[in-house]
Structure formats: structure tokens, C-alpha cells
């Protein structure tokens, strides 16, 4: 679903304020679009032509939490669909002030892909705040693409296509790819950025939290909770074992 075209004139135009019956342009592939919707279906923009335009392959629920993203960070301060031609890109929603991406994933991705993208936008100056969906993500099992983006920012949503649902924060210790105890969901609002202090990182935190540089209102940074411990494995109670029993002999040997 596609809520953004151009008009004959290049400029970008919401399907809100789209005229039925004109023709309009997609920014991804240039193909012919118009516009459809009502009162039972959200107003957006179709191909006239079958296409496997990447825009037209977004659903509802994606298109969503972009709208939701909007509404949250005002939307006078950003842009969805916003296309970067020096680096080939097309970003989801985008706060220019504040030199932010919002990358929104309910898909699978490569974690190749999540670096390329990190880099790309770092090369014109922007950072990339990724918004994994746990329909997908946040498993039991760490996709590839988490696992890439554990130093990166990032956080969780479980809006719905109704546009029911909250972006959270949440951590767990991971033990061979899989999560173990984690904290609470917490519910973060990205109306207000906040660089981290370093000196203000909680006893325990984790370090991969650590590389972020910035925060938002209410996430694991700004709970400055105590870390929860790692799970005690048999790697650990081996080792203890190991101790008891060497120093055990050694008393022995030594009396």
C-alpha cells in the first residue's frame, strides 16, 4: 500500500490530498499511479499496471506504523517516503531536524542489507533508527539481522493494521542465539532525543547499549534500571566445578 506519489510537477503528494481520476508518478519506478480508498479502506495510490514495485508491496500494518511515527514526532517535522538519490534510497520516515531515519522492518532482512543501509545513510549524515516488528522479530531466537543491529539503535513495535499497538524497548541476555531472561516491555516515545551520558549508565548495563548515542523518552536508557544477570549454564557450573575441584587437591597436596 502507498501513501505517496508525485504529481506531474516532481513534487511529492500524500494520498489524502490526492485528486481521483488524475494519473500520478511513483517515486520508486516511475510507473503510472491513482488513487483509491474510502470510508471501509485507507486512502492510497495503486499502480494502473501490474508492478513489483517495492513500494506497492507494503502492507497495511507497515504503512501503519509509518502513519503512527508521523503522528508521534508531529508532521511538520517529517517526511515519509523520502528518496535520497546520492545513495540510491527511499526511507520510511525521515526527521531531517534531528538528521534521523526510521527504518521500519516487518519482514526478513539480510543482516548484509541492515549494514548496507546503516552505512549508506551515514555516508549523507544520517543515523538509522530501526523499528523491528515482533511478529517477526524479538523471538526466542535472534534473527541475523538483530544480531547485526545489537550495537545499533533499534526498538520494538506490535501496531497492528488497525494502528492498534505501542513502540517498546525491551533486552535480554542472549545465550547461543536464543533469549533468556528479559526486562519489561517498555513503551518509548521518540517525540524528544536525548543524548547518553555515559556516567548515567546503570551498574550492569549492557554493552552493546552502550555504543548507542543517543535515547528516547522512556526506553531501557532513560528506566536506568539494574541489569539483569546472565543465566547461569553448564558452561558456568562447569568451571565452578572445575574451581572446587583444584583447589580441593591442592589443600590436599599441600598439607
Same mark, same amino acid.
Given at each position: 500500500?502507498?501513501?505517496?506519489?508525485?504529481?506531474?510537477?516532481?513534487?511529492?503528494?500524500?494520498?489524502?490530498?490526492?485528486? $481521483?481520476?488524475?494519473?500520478?508518478?511513483?517515486?520508486?519506478?516511475?510507473?503510472?499511479?491513482?488513487?483509491?480508498?474510502?470510508?471501509?479502506?485507507?486512502?492510497?495510490?495503486?499502480?494502473?499496471?501490474?508492478?513489483?514495485?517495492?513500494?506497492?508491496?507494503?502492507?497495511?500494518?507497515?504503512?501503519?506504523?509509518?502513519?503512527?511515527?508521523?503522528?508521534?514526532?508531529?508532521?511538520?517535522?517529517?517526511?515519509?517516503?523520502?528518496?535520497?538519490?546520492?545513495?540510491?534510497?527511499?526511507?520510511?520516515?525521515?526527521?531531517?531536524?534531528?538528521?534521523?531515519?526510521?527504518?521500519?522492518?516487518?519482514?526478513?532482512?539480510?543482516?548484509?542489507?541492515?549494514?548496507?543501509?546503516?552505512?549508506?545513510?551515514?555516508?549523507?549524515?544520517?543515523?538509522?533508527?530501526?523499528?523491528?516488528?515482533?511478529?517477526?522479530?524479538? $523471538?526466542?531466537?535472534?534473527?541475523?539481522?538483530?544480531?547485526?543491529?545489537?550495537?545499533?539503535?533499534?526498538?520494538?513495535?506490535?501496531?497492528?493494521?488497525?494502528?492498534?499497538?505501542?513502540?517498546?524497548?525491551?533486552?535480554?541476555?542472549?545465550?547461543?542465539?536464543?533469549?533468556?531472561?528479559?526486562?519489561?516491555?517498555?513503551?518509548?516515545?521518540?517525540?524528544?532525543?536525548?543524548?547518553?551520558?555515559?556516567?548515567?549508565?546503570?551498574?550492569?548495563?549492557?554493552?552493546?547499549?552502550?555504543?548507542?548515542?543517543?535515547?528516547?523518552?522512556?526506553?531501557?536508557?532513560?528506566?536506568?534500571?539494574?541489569?539483569?544477570?546472565?543465566?547461569?549454564?553448564?558452561?558456568?557450573?562447569?568451571?565452578?566445578?572445575?574451581?572446587?575441584?583444584?583447589?580441593?587437591?591442592?589443600?590436599?597436596?599441600?598439607?
Amino acid at each position: 500500500m502507498q501513501i505517496y506519489a508525485l504529481d506531474h510537477q516532481s513534487r511529492l503528494v500524500p494520498s489524502n490530498k490526492a485528486v $481521483r481520476g488524475i494519473t500520478y508518478l511513483c517515486p520508486e519506478c516511475s510507473s503510472e499511479l491513482r488513487v483509491r480508498g474510502g470510508l471501509a479502506r485507507q486512502v492510497h495510490y495503486y499502480h494502473v499496471n501490474k508492478s513489483s514495485c517495492i513500494l506497492h508491496g507494503k502492507s497495511l500494518t507497515h504503512l501503519q506504523i509509518q502513519l503512527s511515527l508521523q503522528k508521534m514526532l508531529t508532521p511538520e517535522n517529517v517526511q515519509l517516503e523520502c528518496r535520497f538519490p546520492p545513495i540510491n534510497r527511499i526511507a520510511d520516515v525521515v526527521w531531517p531536524s534531528e538528521r534521523l531515519v526510521f527504518e521500519v522492518q516487518i519482514s526478513p532482512i539480510s543482516p548484509e542489507e541492515v549494514k548496507a543501509r546503516n552505512r549508506d545513510y551515514a555516508k549523507i549524515g544520517y543515523r538509522v533508527v530501526w523499528i523491528l516488528h515482533d511478529r517477526r522479530y524479538n $523471538r526466542s531466537r535472534l534473527t541475523g539481522a538483530e544480531i547485526a543491529l545489537r550495537s545499533s539503535p533499534h526498538y520494538f513495535t506490535n501496531i497492528n493494521a488497525l494502528g492498534r499497538g505501542i513502540f517498546y524497548d525491551q533486552y535480554a541476555t542472549v545465550l547461543f542465539k536464543r533469549r533468556q531472561k528479559r526486562t519489561s516491555r517498555y513503551p518509548v516515545h521518540f517525540k524528544k532525543l536525548m543524548p547518553v551520558n555515559p556516567k548515567q549508565f546503570p551498574r550492569h548495563f549492557p554493552a552493546a547499549r552502550k555504543a548507542w548515542a543517543f535515547s528516547f523518552s522512556g526506553d531501557l536508557f532513560q528506566k536506568n534500571i539494574a541489569w539483569i544477570p546472565p543465566p547461569k549454564t553448564w558452561h558456568h557450573m562447569f568451571l565452578r566445578l572445575y574451581r572446587f575441584a583444584f583447589y580441593f587437591l591442592l589443600e590436599k597436596t599441600t598439607r
